[in-house]
């Protein structure tokens, strides 16, 4: 018998717009959940803007949100940090608002080693450890100050491992890559994964929702990441068909969701299934 759903975690990239639309159904779904008082909370793995932006763009959408209705991965990584290991000096493989988080939180942020060449032997005094992120502007010297780093015995943590960030008319790549290529270099692993799948970033949205898990629903198309994140947390979760994942994806899983929908116009009835 389905287990009544009080809250939902939304993916943002491929669950609820893609690029700068919203996709078929989503505004009209949410406003509905919304209606039926249900809580809800929109969470990203990107680290590329602020979660006040993430607000205003889906506000823009039809979707109404306040910056604490959004969790992000540059977030997640920032809180734990500041509260577990403020004192370390990071090196950052990511974008200008990682870098303004990670301070915000009141964290170090090691500069650019500019006065070295990036094509030598970088040496990178004073790095205790290297964050990997999305970054749509790595460069060699990036990739060569944070392997010099890791082989000099620096910490390895990272806001997210996504392979690609869907877009209008495919995917870009994303972080992963870039963690696989310094994992394969040096031997090491990440050995703190700040954005999905890990259980950090459902720890914190179970706290912002005031909710146990067993009456959450985890909604997103990437079933490596949504789907499993949500399924090792205890929720139940939606997987929708809008995004970077096929029904012949879901076919091919162990556990499958426990819904696969086309997209978030089919959330409502679940629900009303579920109170029945």
């Not at 620096?154 to 996504?162: S, W």
């Not at 997103?220 to 929720?235: C, K, P, V």
Request: hydrophobic share 40%; net charge negative.
């Amino acid at each position: 018998m389905p287990r009544p759903i009080d809250g939902f975690i939304f993916d943002l990239d491929g669950t609820v717009y893609l690029g700068e639309s919203a996709l078929p159904n989503a505004v009209d779904a949410i406003a509905t959940l919304r209606r039926l008082s249900k809580r809800v909370l929109f969470v990203s793995n990107k680290p590329l803007e602020p979660r006040e932006n993430y607000a205003r763009k889906l506000t823009k959408l039809g979707i109404p949100t306040e910056p604490d209705d959004v969790i992000t991965s540059a977030f997640v990584l920032g809180y734990h940090l500041s509260h577990t290991e403020p004192n370390l000096s990071l090196y950052v493989v990511g974008e200008e608002n990682l870098l303004n988080e990670l301070r915000g939180h009141g964290l170090k942020v090691v500069n650019e080693f500019l006065d070295q060449s990036p094509l030598d032997v970088i040496q990178p005094h004073g790095v205790d450890a290297v964050v990997v992120a999305f970054d749509r502007t790595l460069d060699y010297r990036k990739l060569n100050t944070a392997y010099q780093a890791l082989v000099s015995g620096a910490r390895f943590f990272a806001t997210n491992a996504d392979k690609m960030c869907p877009m209008p008319g495919g995917g870009i790549p994303d972080a992963g890559g870039t963690i696989a290529a310094l994992e394969h270099m040096t031997g090491r692993k990440v050995e703190l994964l700040a954005g999905k799948p890990s259980k950090l970033i459902m720890t914190v949205a179970l706290q912002r929702l005031g909710l146990p898990a067993e009456r959450v629903m985890m909604v997103g198309d990437r079933l490596e990441t949504d789907i499993f994140m949500g399924q090792q947390s205890g929720m139940q979760t939606a997987a929708t068909m809008t995004g970077a994942s096929t029904r012949a994806d879901v076919a091919r899983m162990t556990t499958p969701p426990t819904y696969v929908i086309e997209n978030l116009g089919d959330l409502p009835g679940i629900v009303a299934q579920a109170t029945q």
